[in-house]
């Protein structure tokens, strides 16, 4: 038990999906998962361990940005051991290639600023995913003919964006889509030797102003649970 997770020794497994809403975590939870049982609720952070084709998992929600996924991250790695860790979301998308429902497999994550930022000092350190991770996302998603999209995001702690210019810029140098979390969960996956990916469904693009109603939304959360829950045990 944690500051934040109530969850005894034991009740979190290896593998942990995040989500950033705790309600997601449990519709994966109860859509997914066998044998599920709830292992945390402390701040209605919820947390579920069950099994996936006799694997067994826990999702676990890290709520909005960068900051509350830290905390969350360093408690599962640190003091329950997890050793894999599959950020599940959405993503604002910013090629006009990509379209809506496309799911974006993360290889690395630029940021303007993440709680480690301190860490590093004047260094950029570029955060990337665990490629083994990277390369079983892919496979599932081929296999089950979904559309996928691999290469940088952009990981920011401002939902309601006032650099137009920013925007501009990351589109311009090929950055896929925006999100919330995958900067700092991708550096401390590389501080504590743990593997980790990004697998965000496209909700909404930038560029066209177009989104997902909200039944939309949630049949394309499915085939990232999918593609996340089969590249984890590959």
Do not use: C
């Not at 497994?13 to 997601?24: F, I, K, M, S, V």
């Not at 694997?55 to 509350?68: D, L, P």
């Not at 401390?188 to 496209?202: C, E, V």
């Amino acid at each position: 038990m944690t500051i934040h997770i109530g969850a005894k020794p034991g009740d979190i497994a290896e593998t942990a999906l995040l989500p950033g809403d705790p309600y997601r975590a449990r519709w994966v939870a109860e859509n997914f998962l066998e044998g599920a049982v709830l292992v945390n609720e402390v701040r209605g952070m919820l947390g579920y361990t069950g099994t996936y084709k006799g694997n067994r998992v826990t999702v676990h929600g890290t709520g909005m940005g960068m900051a509350s996924l830290s905390i969350y991250v360093n408690e599962l790695i640190k003091d329950y051991g997890v050793q894999t860790l599959i950020r599940i979301g959405s993503a604002g998308a910013m090629q006009k290639s990509i379209k809506l429902r496309d799911v974006v497999l993360a290889m690395s994550a630029t940021t303007l600023n993440t709680p480690s930022s301190s860490l590093f000092k004047e260094l950029n350190f570029a955060p990337t995913a665990d490629f083994s991770l990277l390369s079983a996302a892919q496979t599932a998603a081929k296999a089950a003919s979904v559309t996928t999209h691999i290469g940088g995001i952009f990981s920011s702690d401002t939902f309601y964006d006032e650099r137009p210019d920013l925007s501009e810029q990351m589109t311009r140098h090929g950055i896929l889509a925006v999100e919330m979390e995958a900067a700092e969960l991708y550096i401390l996956a590389a501080r504590y030797q743990r593997r980790a990916l990004g697998i965000m469904t496209i909700s909404d693009h930038l560029l066209t102003g177009e989104s997902l109603p909200s039944e939309q939304r949630e049949q394309s959360f499915g085939s990232m649970v999918e593609i996340a829950l089969e590249a984890a045990f590959a």
